[in-house]
Nanobody
Framework: VQLVESGGGSVQTGGPLRLSCGAS????????MGWFRQPPGKEREGVAG????????YYADSVKGRFTPSQDNANSAVYLQMDSLEPEDTATYYC???????????????????WGQGTQVTVSS
């Protein structure tokens, strides 16, 4: 299984970005898919998760109201729409997925099986 992120880049404070994650397997072959990030010099943290069978989404408190994950079953992809970006959102963003996990919340995703290589997001003030 391969996960490939794209859409990262540099943006000014308050601007939007949309990240994409293409999967080599169908999204419904995973129970959970989600997004994580690792800011420079800090630990990796969960951002958002999706339970693919129901479409239920979960958010980290730090991004609630600003970030929106979504899934695209036709294209075997998940997306992360990021609005009102802040310098604190600067990080490498990773897509992850797991075929069996029953917990799709961001805090549970660190043990998920499949991970992408990451895409860099830089927010300047």
């Amino acid at each position: 299984v391969q996960l490939v992120e794209s859409g990262g880049g540099s943006v000014q404070t308050g601007g939007p970005l949309r990240l994409s994650c293409g999967a080599s397997d169908a999204t419904d072959s995973f129970n959970c898919m989600g997004w994580f990030r690792q800011p420079p010099g800090k630990e990796r943290e969960g951002v958002a998760g999706i339970r693919t069978d129901s479409g239920t989404v979960y958010y980290a408190d730090s991004v609630k109201g600003r970030f929106t994950p979504s899934q695209d079953n036709a294209n075997s992809a998940v997306y992360l729409q990021m609005d009102s970006l802040e310098p604190e959102d600067t990080a490498t963003y990773y897509c992850a997925a797991d075929p069996f996990s029953l917990d799709c919340t961001p805090v549970a995703g660190f043990d998920w099986t499949y991970w992408g290589q990451g895409t860099q997001v830089t927010v300047s003030s």
